[in-house]
């Protein structure tokens, strides 16, 4: 069986008075937020951009422009199950996912399970096939310092019909 590999990674400032929501969990005690035309959902654009990746299938600002009026404030898990849709009118299946969130604040690593069931929903996957981690910068760094959040995320498809 085929496979394809893809990765992805996505960067937001975090600023004041925004709120901050990863993979469809909100962070109500969270003091900062992602500056985005979007929701800036790090995670998921991370996400989508390796799903396009190992499509070969160009990035996530050629699909979702974010200077078009349509995705300002855009659900990211709505542009999430878009991607996938595209995806598998082409066939792929998600092997796995494995995701990496680097911020200074919040602790992310109590809603880990609920992000990847989140996820694993809008994938039609099972949760044991999404894995989300966190990390801290540990002071370096622009996200040791607390301006911003970045993802990363490794995906791997098969192609062909396996369901
Ligand atoms: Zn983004």
Not at 12 to 29: D, E, M, S, Y
Not at 79 to 90: I, S
Not at 128 to 150: D, F, H, M, W, Y
Request: with cysteine.
């Amino acid at each position: 069986m085929p496979f394809r590999i893809g990765q992805g990674y996505d960067r937001h400032p975090l600023i004041n008075n925004r709120p901050l929501t990863l993979a469809g969990v909100l962070f109500p005690q969270s003091p900062v937020g992602p500056k985005a035309h979007s929701d800036g959902d790090a995670l998921v654009h991370a996400l989508i951009d390796a799903l396009l990746g190992a499509a070969a299938l160009g990035d996530i600002g050629q699909h979702y422009s974010d200077t078009d009026p349509k995705y300002e404030n855009a659900n990211s898990m709505d542009l999430l199950a878009q991607t996938w849709n595209l995806l598998q009118n082409q066939n792929y299946n998600l092997v796995n996912a494995d995701c990496t969130i680097i911020t200074e604040q919040p602790k992310i690593a109590p809603a880990a399970s609920k992000m990847r069931e989140n996820l694993a929903q809008v994938l039609g996957v099972e949760p044991n096939q999404i894995s989300v981690k966190a990390t801290r910068g540990e002071g370096l760094g622009p996200e040791g310092r607390g301006e911003c959040i970045t993802a990363m995320a490794t995906v791997l498809l098969s192609t062909g019909k396996t369901r």
